[in-house]
């Protein structure tokens, strides 16, 4: 059984920055991603990153924005948002599976509870 708690949202201004970060139990060999949904919209595959660390995914729109990291020794996944955008507004939510997300994001084995990113333009 994996568990994540998700940590680090809140309001910023457009253009600011946040980090996210997701601590995990138990899920230090599964690769680990974000997802967002927004009000109304469906949830939306973000960035994934391999449970080594060494490769990674993004969504066209964050590309360049947004940095997704691990730290296996601190059980803890972080996503770094850059220059936001108030598109980017939405409930984020750290996941985990068993195998890589691929580019579409499979369905994860396990989700966090979220945490809201609020951008204001």
């Known amino acids: 059984q994996v568990q994540l708690v998700e940590l680090g949202g809140g309001l910023v201004q457009a253009g600011g920055s946040l980090r996210l970060s997701c601590a995990t139990s138990?899920?230090?060999?599964?690769?680990m991603g974000w997802f967002r949904q927004a009000p109304g919209k469906e949830r939306e595959f973000v960035a994934a990153?391999?449970?080594?660390?060494?490769?990674?995914y993004y969504v066209d729109s964050v590309k360049g924005r947004f940095t997704i990291s691990r730290d296996n020794a601190k059980n803890t996944v972080y996503l770094q948002m850059n220059s936001l955008k108030p598109e980017d507004t939405a409930v984020y939510y750290c996941?985990?599976?068993?195998?890589?997300?691929?580019?579409?994001?499979?369905?994860?084995?396990?989700w966090g509870q979220g945490t809201q990113v609020t951008v204001s333009s």
């Open positions: 138990g899920g230090n060999r599964y690769y």
């Open positions: 990153i391999r449970w080594s660390g060494g490769s990674t």
């Open positions: 996941a985990a599976r068993s195998s890589w997300f691929g580019p579409v994001g499979n369905l994860p084995d396990y």
